[in-house]
Every structure is written in structure tokens, then in C-alpha cells.
């Protein structure tokens, strides 16, 4: 089994190391198929593959797109497309306007609890100011001494429910899929585990992306238990979807594993890098 890590970001989106480095990291640690899948943004992907091209690894395409669904977000990765397809450029530039509407009625909710100064702050952590976003915030709120760390940021102000949580229209499942497969590419759920959906609503999710198309589930995933490993490798073989494997790294402290440090899929489930170019 080579080793796999298709779910990574660098600091062009939300994680801490250039995709240089991301890259790098990736080759130190004996990873053959490695894609780059920063949020909502491809400028990633050209450093990240001239870093390695002369090396072993497989450099693969990716993206990792947010959309809503039954008003909640959800992580659409794409994998192994053409980068410089428009419409998917296209709807990726829409997105990333968006984050920056969406930021500043963020830093408005946290200056109403008496948080000064949170725009600009949560910015300095921005590799990319269009990438602005919640782990940006919660980076600057843990500078304040707000909270100890990014984790429970997120749980005290950032998850929905909480004061800093600002309810945004991203695009639609079906608007991330056409555009990855109009760019020749492969569409997978992110982290099909961390999602607060009811049993019920996931069975919808999936019935919906089968049905647009889709082609994968992330069955390892850094946030995933032993026990979703299970459960995700039953619903890629009850829905014919193929099994993805990605860290969900961001850098050295803030991720729940180590780039290309993944249990291996379980039997019964076919790889998605089978369907790579
Ligand atoms: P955004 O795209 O700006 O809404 O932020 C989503 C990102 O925030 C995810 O990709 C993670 O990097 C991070 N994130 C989301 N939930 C949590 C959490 N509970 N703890 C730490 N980081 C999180
Ligand atoms: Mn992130
Ligand atoms: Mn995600
Ligand atoms: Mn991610």
C-alpha cells in the first residue's frame, strides 16, 4: 500500500507553512501521492509542484471547496483537475470575496463582546487576505489570551451557536462538483466525521452527491475515530463511492496528525488514486 495523503493545506489558506514547506514535509516523510488542498484558492499548487519534481513523490492537484448544505458547511474536495479550468477558477474567486464580507461581520460580533481591534488582528495571520478565515480569528484570539488554544476558540466563540460564528452563504454541493469535474477532476467529501448532521441527513448527503456524481468519501481522515474509519468504509461500499485519505494537516501543533502519518483503508474499499490520470 503506498502511502496516500490527499487532505492538506498550507499558509495560502488557513495552514501555518508555506506550500513550499508543506511540500517538503511531504517528501521527508516517504508520502508517494501527495495533494495540496488548500481552501478555496489554487495558487498552491504551481510552488508545491515545482518543489517537488524532481522527487518520488506524485503531486496531485487539489482544492478543498466550502459550500452549504441544510444550512451547514461542509468540505468538498477536489482532486487531480486542470488548474487552469475557468469556471472552477471562477467560482473559487466568488468564494474568496465572500470570506472577506463574512470576516468583517465576524470581527463585528467579537467587538460587540469587547474584542478590539479583531479585523486587523485576525489579518496579521493571513498568509492570503482573501483567504481570511475562522482559524485565522481563533489564531489572534489565542495571542489575546482569550483562549489557550485554537480548539477551544472555536468551541467558546466560532462553532455555530456562539457569539463569533456568522452564518455565510457559500456555493452549493452541486455548484462544487461541476466545477471540479469540469476542470477534469474528482470530487470527494472532506471528513465525513466531523459533521453535526443526524443520521438521517448524512444518508440525504450522500444520496444527493451520488446522485450529482461524486466520487469519493474521505474513509481516513485526521479527525476520523477508529469507529468512523468503520462506518465510512461500509457507506463507501453501500454508495459506490471510492475511499480517500487525507491528514487535514495545517502545521507542526495544530493538527490532529502528522502529514502522511494515516492508518492504512480498510479492505474492501478501492482507493481513489485508481482513478488519477
Ligand atoms: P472557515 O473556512 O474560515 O469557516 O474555517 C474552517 C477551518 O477552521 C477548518 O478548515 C479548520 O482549519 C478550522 N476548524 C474548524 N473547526 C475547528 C475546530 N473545532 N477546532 C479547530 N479548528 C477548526
Ligand atoms: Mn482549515
Ligand atoms: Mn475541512
Ligand atoms: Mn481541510
Redo the contacts with the bound molecule.
Sequence with gaps: MPIVDLHC?SSVS?GLLPPEEVARLAEKNNVDIFALTD?DELAGLRPAAECLAASKVRFITGVEI?IEWLGA?V?IVGLDFDESSEALNLGLSSIRDG?VVRARKMAESLERLGIAGVFEGAMKYAGNPKLI???HF?RYLVELGVCKD??SV??SYL?PGKPGYVQHCWPTLADAVSWIHGAGGFAVIAHPGRYAFKKSEMKRLFAEFRDLGGDAIEVISGSHSNDDITTFARVAREYGFKASCGSDF?GPGESYVELGKLPVLPVGVVPVWELFK
Excluded: K, L, M, P
Aim: no cysteine.
Design positions: 493545506h488557513d481552501h466550502s458547511q468540505h470570506r478565515g475562522r482559524a481563533a485554537v480548539r472555536f468551541d462553532v495545517h
